[in-house]
């Protein structure tokens, strides 16, 4: 589990290491953002991915928060995918 800030910056993580990281830039940043405040019910599937902080399969689920309506905070919920 983490939470990010709207540039994607790690704020804090289960895994230490991670604070710190940017995990979205350049081109990838705007469409996330995007996808973050298009969903009605502030949910976003962000799919199966394997992220740098873990390097282990994670499922990808985000939920939005704002501390204003102009700029959103992100808060994200990773779990792991079941082994099979």
Request: glycine fraction near 10%; charge should be positive; charged fraction near 15%.
């Amino acid at each position: 589990m983490y939470v990010g800030n709207w540039d994607t910056e790690v704020l804090a993580h289960s895994n230490v290491g991670a604070v710190g990281m940017i995990l979205r830039t350049g081109d990838a940043l705007d469409p996330y953002r995007q996808s973050m405040t298009s969903q009605p019910d502030g949910l976003f599937n962000g799919g199966a991915l394997v992220p740098p902080a873990s390097q282990k399969q994670i499922l990808n689920l985000c939920g939005r928060m704002s501390v204003s309506s102009a700029m959103p905070v992100q808060r994200t919920r990773s779990e792991r995918s079941p082994t099979p």
